[in-house]
């Protein structure tokens, strides 16, 4: 076996040479340090998005998107088709904790600073994944077509059109028309599992493309190390094995909670009921959305949600250009400024949506 | 001479090719923009037996593709308003209890002639008229 593989890569080796990749995989490697359990927090983010990829895949086969047949077909899917209900709560749960590792994925390299040259573009790359992964929570939350998706769709949307000039042509190229319809079910349908797949996949590449180019950040307090006390680990295979050990984990916490904890499809959407109590987005959108509830109606004489609108927008921006922006330390303070801003954005993103499920 | 020739080449060539890109998005564009759906021109809409409508209750009519809420209030009056929330568009709802228009997806209220009066939304509700012809209640845009 083992003669049959290694005659395998000499085969390959005498006709592409293989050293690059035999040089990454003998020379790569992984600081260690106290903080180095966050190196593996952009691992588990990767490997939940090829389960989004597998389990997206199979419920396409069975996925009807359109008025009369999406809200039947997902219900197909979780009452007929064999572990149908499996994957379609496995793409969903999935789906959330893809969120939850892409925010606490970013926080850990702005804490560390990750995001300084030379690891500029990474950090843009990564802010535009993220920002295309809440595209994907927000089109396939629709695709079920159940009433409370059709609402936070309707209140979604029509959120946009408060922009001047480019919010309304922006609304009814969303909506596909005026309203939410059949029509935007099928743009969101080629947008979730067309669209975005392929230009996520591209950032994705580019992303994890500069991470081997550049390897492991290493922060202040270990480059600070005298080279004697500074350990690594090689990232092949003890890297890589602690890696998917926690993919493991992640994996089994995920089949639990799939298994446990039922994604509910409720009621069928329908245009002409009235709006049930309890509409909601999904929880990563609720800080949002709770701002955008907590302003008046009119800041002096511009409507308050389009000042939150343009906030929230200006903000991301800002964000994401972050490594280009240049703050002074202060010796004496214990807190650094940039740390401070981190903190500040973190407990404000924390305690928003803990009051929109409050209040 | 041969460099204003290679310019005016490069001019020529640069109005071209930016003339094929133009072609290329100006389809691409208008395709992305959705061609409004013929809107059926309806001026009123028949809402069932007056007889079988109980006090203090509501439905929710298609007017077109436009919800309206037709409300009997407790003492027998008719009210048709428009049912889309002017703050984000979702569809309100009238409630037995507090006798007044609701809306779940942000706790706006309206009274019962569609005026905001509580939460966020920022106009009231569009009125329709309601006759009843031979028991069999009429709406109509008003106006
Ligand atoms: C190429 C990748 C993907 C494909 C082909 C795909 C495909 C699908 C399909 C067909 C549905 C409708 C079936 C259903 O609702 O159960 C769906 C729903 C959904 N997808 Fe995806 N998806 C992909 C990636 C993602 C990603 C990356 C996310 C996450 C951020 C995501 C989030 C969702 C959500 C939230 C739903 C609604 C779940 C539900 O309520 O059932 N999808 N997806
Ligand atoms: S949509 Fe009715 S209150 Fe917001």
Redesign the pocket.
């Known amino acids: 076996m083992k003669n049959i593989g290694s005659k395998l890569i000499a085969w390959i080796d005498e006709r592409y040479d293989l050293t690059p990749v035999r040089n990454l995989l003998e020379h790569k490697k992984v600081p260690v340090h106290k903080h180095s359990i966050w190196y593996y927090m952009g691992g588990v983010t990767l490997f939940l998005?090829m389960i989004?990829?597998f389990t997206?895949?199979l419920?396409?086969l069975y996925?009807r998107p359109g008025e009369d047949s999406a809200y039947e077909s997902?219900r197909f899917?979780v009452t007929n088709v064999k572990f149908g209900w499996l994957i379609?709560n496995v793409?969903?749960w999935s789906?959330n904790l893809?969120?939850l590792f892409a925010f606490i994925h970013m926080f850990s390299v702005f804490f560390s600073k990750a995001y300084e040259k030379p690891r500029e573009l990474t950090w843009v790359t990564g802010f535009i994944i993220l920002i295309f992964?809440?595209a994907?929570?927000f089109s396939?939350?629709l695709?079920?077509w159940n009433e409370l998706?059709f609402f936070a769709t309707k209140v979604g949307t029509d959120i946009v059109g408060v922009i001047p000039i480019i919010g309304e042509p922006l609304k009814v190229f969303l909506r596909g028309g005026e309203d939410v319809t059949g029509a935007t079910l099928s743009r969101f349908?080629g947008i979730?599992?067309a669209v975005?797949?392929a230009i996520?996949t591209f950032f994705l590449a580019l992303h994890l493309l500069f991470i081997q180019r550049q390897g492991m950040h290493e922060p202040e307090h270990f480059k600070n190390l005298p080279e004697e006390k500074k350990k690594y680990i090689p990232f092949f295979p003890d890297f890589a094995l602690k890696d998917l050990l926690l993919w493991v984990v992640v994996f089994n916490v995920l089949i639990f909670l799939a298994l446990y904890f039922p994604?509910e499809?409720g009621n069928k959407a329908d245009a002409f009921t009235p709006a049930p109590a309890g509409i909601r987005p999904?929880w990563y959108f609720m800080f949002m959305f709770q701002s955008l509830k907590l302003l008046p109606a009119h800041i002096i004489f511009i409507e308050g949600e389009l000042l939150g609108i343009l906030f929230f927008g200006v903000a991301g921006f800002v964000w994401m250009l972050i490594p280009y922006i240049k703050i002074k330390n202060k010796p004496n303070w214990k807190i650094q400024p940039l740390a401070l801003i981190g903190i500040i954005i973190v407990s404000f993103i924390v305690v928003m949506t803990v009051l929109g499920y409050l209040l | 001479m041969q460099i204003d020739r290679r310019k005016f080449l490069n001019i020529l060539l640069g109005i071209g090719g930016i003339g094929g890109v133009l072609a290329i998005i100006y389809p691409v564009l208008s395709f992305l923009n959705p061609p409004k759906s013929a809107e059926p021109k309806v001026n009123s809409v028949k809402a069932g037996l007056n007889n079988d409508f109980p006090a203090n209750s509501s439905k929710i009519i298609k007017f077109g593709r436009q919800p309206v809420i037709l409300i009997k209030t407790e003492d027998n009056q008719l009210k048709a308003l428009s049912a889309s929330c002017t703050h984000l568009d979702c569809i309100v709802q009238y409630r037995q209890d507090t006798k007044q228009i609701w809306c779940a997806c942000h706790n706006g209220t309206y009274d019962l002639n569609g005026r905001n009066i509580s939460g966020p939304p920022p106009k009231p509700l569009e009125e329709y008229e309601v006759k009843v012809v031979k028991d069999e209640i009429v709406i109509t845009k008003a106006g």
């Open positions: 998005f989004q990829l997206g895949i419920l396409l996925y997902v899917i379609r793409h969903s789906a893809l969120v992964t809440l994907f929570g396939g939350y695709l079920p998706a349908f979730h599992v975005l797949p996520f994604w499809l999904e």
